[in-house]
């Protein structure tokens, strides 16, 4: 098959990947760009973009794009050492007027995946990958003590920029992919037949503006993401706060409507088997599922006290009351059982 057996076959392979890849990349910084001016609503783009189906075949997707291009990469460079020595891309390194980066895009692609490997790291493994993992916000990472949902990408945010290393980390990315990307997106038209005299310098100024603007975005992003967190940004403002509690609200909703029907059934049943009130209470008290559910409504309200200190959340503060009672059951049924 020319793809894979002959030279332009692979030339073209890592030109239509590289190309979904720069337009992957534009999509992405239009997205943090709405952290910036919209927080929750980056939030809602980061729930819709979580483990569902859609999303996740975008993602399998996505990886397959960056692995056959890193392959492909690969691929190229050891045919063109075995032609011509040291040279890279069919480029001989002493030509005069050859871009640094045309010379070195094997090295600029290993700095671009080492940083996709810390990005994936503290995004999309803590998010995506966590949402598929596990619903239970035992697993989630913790931001300032309480149990981040895998949605709320602001989090996130504050989680890995609080962090001083992580824009140094992020601009040498953004630097390297700048040099990529500025010599991939007129090579790639280059590719696909475009280059004559009249087009290529059209195209190499297309690419310098667009990559250019795209990186220049990403490190403006990368310098407010870390000003932002240094402040606690995203764990003090009010309409994150009361996103961040519609989150705990159902959660702490969902929990004890579902303790509730669960005691009512048992009751049903026990009632059924003509067993008396106290028989009832021993039995259903004493067992392992009600200190469950006082743990997890001690955690829900906690992580809401953490991540929504401004907030009065009603459907909370009933779990809180419910798990008190079922606290004061426990010790009844315990009193009954030690008379018995």
């Known amino acids: 098959m020319w793809l894979t057996c002959s030279s332009i076959g692979r030339k073209f392979v890592m030109a239509l990947t590289g190309t979904c890849l720069v337009l992957f990349v534009t999509f992405h910084v239009a997205m943090n760009a709405v952290a910036l001016f919209w927080p929750t609503a980056y939030n809602s783009i980061c729930g819709f973009l979580g483990a569902n189906w859609y999303a996740l075949v975008a993602s399998m997707g996505l990886a397959l794009l960056f692995i056959i291009h890193i392959i492909y990469a690969l691929w190229l460079t050891v045919q063109n050492r075995r032609a011509r020595g040291n040279d890279r891309y069919c480029v001989t390194a002493h030509t005069p007027g050859v871009e640094w980066s045309s010379k070195n895009m094997l090295v600029l692609g290993i700095v671009v995946v080492a940083f996709l490997v810390v990005h994936l790291i503290q995004f999309w493994a803590k998010m ?123 959660q702490a909703t969902e929990l004890n409507e579902e303790f509730t029907a669960e005691f009512a059934h048992f009751v049903k049943q026990e009632q059924a088997k003509g067993a008396d009130q106290n028989a009832i209470m021993r039995e259903f008290f004493t067992s392992p599922k009600c200190e469950q559910f006082v743990a997890k409504a001690n955690a829900i309200a906690e992580a809401a006290a953490k991540q929504c200190p401004d907030l009065t959340l009603q459907s909370v503060e009933m779990l809180s009351g419910a798990a008190h009672d079922v606290e004061q059951s426990i010790e009844y049924a315990k009193s009954l059982n030690q008379n018995n």
């Not at 149990?147 to 992020?170: C, S």
């Not at 590719?191 to 087009?199: A, F, H, R, S, V």
């Open 128 to 250: 995506q990958l966590a949402e598929i993992v596990s619903d239970s916000p035992a697993d989630w990472s913790s931001v300032n003590g309480a149990p981040a949902a895998p949605e709320f990408g602001t989090l996130y945010l504050q989680l890995a920029f609080q962090n001083i290393w992580t824009p140094i980390v992020y601009i040498i990315g953004f630097i390297a992919l700048w040099f990529h990307m500025n010599h991939g997106v007129w090579s790639m038209f280059q590719t696909y037949g475009w280059n004559n005299n009249t087009w290529m310098p059209r195209l190499k100024c297309i690419g310098l503006w667009w990559t250019s603007i795209v990186v220049a975005l990403f490190i403006a992003q990368a310098v407010v993401f870390t000003v932002m967190a240094q402040k606690n940004y995203y764990t003090t403002n009010v309409e994150l706060q009361q996103q961040y509690g519609e989150f705990w609200g159902e």
